[in-house]
C-alpha cells in the first residue's frame, strides 16, 4: 500500500501520452490531484488512472494546479508552447521532463512569466524500466528558478518517497553527461539494429547484453533519438568521436594483417 504524500498538490501534465500517464499512475496513487491535456483523448485512460483528463488545456488550468509539466516530446516542446495560454502559468511551479536539458531550460526562461518558478528534471527510466518500482533509479534536477522553495520541495519530495536516487546536477552538465551515456546508448543500439542482429543458438552473456540493448532503444521512436541529437549540442561530437574510434580499429586490425603477411615472407 502507498504512503500517502503529506502534503498533497494538485498536478497538471502537458502531454498525458504513455510517460504522462505513467507519471499520473504513480502520483495518484501518493494521493495528488492529477489533471492532464492532450492532442488525443485520453479521458478514458485517466479514469482508469484516477485522474482527469481536459481536451482544452483552459479548462485543465482553470482547475487551479500548484504544478504544471510538460511531458511533451523534445521535437513538439516549441509547438506545444506556441498554443499553450502561457500567461496561465503565472505563480505556478513548471516542470520539465524532457531527456535533454539545456534546450527547455533555454525555452522555458525566455517565456515564461517572471513570477513562474521552473524545475528542469529528467527522470532517467520510463514505464519498462520502472514498472514495478522506482527505487534506486536516478532522477536528475536543476532548480533552474525557485522562489516559492517550499512547493519545489513538496514536489522533489513525491521522487524521495519513491526512493529515487537524486541528482542534482545543472543542465549543461546532464547534457554532457547524456551525450556520452544515453545517446552513445541509443546510438549503438541503432547501428546493432541496422545490422539485424539476432539471438542464436550459442548467445555469449555479452551478446545477450547488446541484444537487449537493441530492444530496448529501438522501441523508442526515431523522432525521440533525432530529438536526442538535435536537442543536445553535445551528441555531435559523440558521433564524430564514434566514427573516429571505428576508422582506428579498422586501421589497427589492418595494421596487424599486413605486419602478419610480412612476418609470413
Known amino acids: 500500500m502507498e504512503t500517502p504524500h503529506p502534503s498533497p498538490l494538485r498536478i497538471a501534465i502537458v502531454g498525458f501520452g504513455n510517460f504522462g500517464q505513467f507519471l499520473a499512475q504513480r502520483f495518484v496513487r501518493q494521493g495528488h490531484q492529477v489533471v492532464g491535456s492532450s492532442r488525443t483523448d485520453y479521458s478514458a485512460v485517466a479514469q482508469t488512472i484516477g485522474a482527469r483528463y481536459y481536451a482544452n488545456v483552459n479548462e485543465m488550468m482553470d482547475v487551479g494546479p500548484d504544478v504544471v ?59 519498462e524500466s ?3 518500482t522506482w527505487e534506486g533509479l536516478p532522477f536528475v534536477y536543476d532548480r533552474a528558478r525557485i522562489r516559492n522553495s517550499d512547493r519545489c520541495d513538496r514536489f522533489l519530495l513525491l521522487w524521495e518517497m519513491e526512493k529515487c536516487s537524486m541528482v542534482p546536477l545543472s543542465c549543461a552538465q546532464h547534457d554532457e553527461y547524456a551525450a556520452s551515456t544515453q545517446f552513445i546508448t541509443h546510438t549503438m543500439g541503432r547501428v546493432l539494429g541496422e545490422l539485424d542482429v539476432k539471438s542464436t543458438p550459442i548467445n555469449t552473456r555479452g551478446y545477450e547484453s ?4 537493441v530492444n530496448t532503444t ?11 541529437y538535435k536537442y543536445n549540442s553535445n551528441a555531435r561530437g559523440q558521433l564524430d568521436k564514434l566514427e573516429e574510434a571505428l576508422r582506428m580499429l579498422r586501421q589497427r ?5 599486413e605486419q602478419e603477411k610480412k612476418s609470413r615472407l
Not at 69 to 83: E, G, N, P, Q, Y
Not at 104 to 126: K, N, Q, R, V, Y
Not at 210 to 213: E, F, H, N, T, Y
Not at 218 to 228: A, Q
Open 69 to 127: 509539466i510538460f511531458a511533451t516530446s523534445i521535437m513538439s516542446l516549441r509547438k506545444v508552447l506556441d498554443h499553450f495560454p502561457i500567461d496561465r502559468l503565472a505563480g505556478l511551479l513548471v516542470v520539465d521532463v524532457l531527456s535533454v536539458k539545456s534546450y527547455p531550460h533555454e525555452l522555458f526562461l525566455s517565456i515564461l512569466p517572471e513570477s513562474a518558478d521552473l524545475l528542469c528534471t529528467h527522470p532517467m527510466f520510463g514505464p
Open 253 to 257: 586490425l589492418q595494421a596487424m594483417e
Open 210 to 213: 547488446l541484444l537487449g540493448v
Open 218 to 228: 529501438c522501441k523508442d521512436s526515431f523522432e525521440l533519438y533525432y530529438g536526442l
Open 130 to 132: 520502472g514498472r514495478e
